[in-house]
């Protein structure tokens, strides 16, 4: 997932998407530790599908991430999981932001009736992006690539 809201103390990243653009970008270890992660997690049993650098948005607020994999891992009150592959390389506040986006985007709730009628609210995600999913779906936050000590101290 990558950042993207107007702020001038965000650094901005190039746009780089997949394939050989991304690696020129410099995100090739990162897309190989993506993948890796996805076939340890969920190997080829329980997934159906999957999706790299999913872009979530709300226009209305600013908020737009993009969330590493999404995993089509159907439960009985969601369809996917999300996936954000921390290999170290990020500081933790930048880490906890992200963690915040998430958060925000699941609570975001639009309204929903004509004006002044009476109406009530839904929330965005059920019916944007997760139409089958009961609760918003579960985010792992997986930390990788570096001493197991120093795993431990950024957990």
């Known amino acids: 997932m990558r950042c993207r809201q107007r702020s001038s103390l965000s ?9 050989a653009k991304a690696v020129r970008a410099g995100f090739g270890p990162h897309g190989l530790a993506v993948t890796d ?4 997690v969920g ?3 329980h997934l159906t599908d999957w999706q790299v650098e999913v872009n979530h948005a709300i226009k209305e ?12 891992w159907p439960t009985k009150t969601s369809e996917v999981r999300l996936f954000e592959l ?13 963690v915040w986006d998430y958060e ?5 709730r639009v309204w929903e009736g004509a004006r002044s009628t009476i109406g009530g609210t ?12 009961k609760t918003f779906p579960r985010l792992h936050v997986v ?13």
Do not use: C
């Not at 990243?13 to 997949?18: D, E």
């Open 143 to 155: 930390l990788a690539g570096k001493a197991e000590h120093l795993l431990d101290n950024r957990l």
């Open 86 to 98: 921390d290999n170290g390389s990020m500081s933790q506040a930048r880490l906890a932001r992200e």
């Open 122 to 133: 839904y929330p965005f995600w059920q019916r944007h992006r997760y139409t089958r999913s």
């Open 43 to 45: 190997g080829r049993k």
């Open 61 to 72: 607020t600013g908020l737009s991430f993009n969330t590493d994999t999404v995993l089509a």
């Open 11 to 19: 650094r901005k990243r190039p746009k780089a998407g997949t394939g």
């Open 37 to 40: 992660m996805i076939l340890a």
């Open 104 to 108: 925000r985007y699941a609570g975001h």
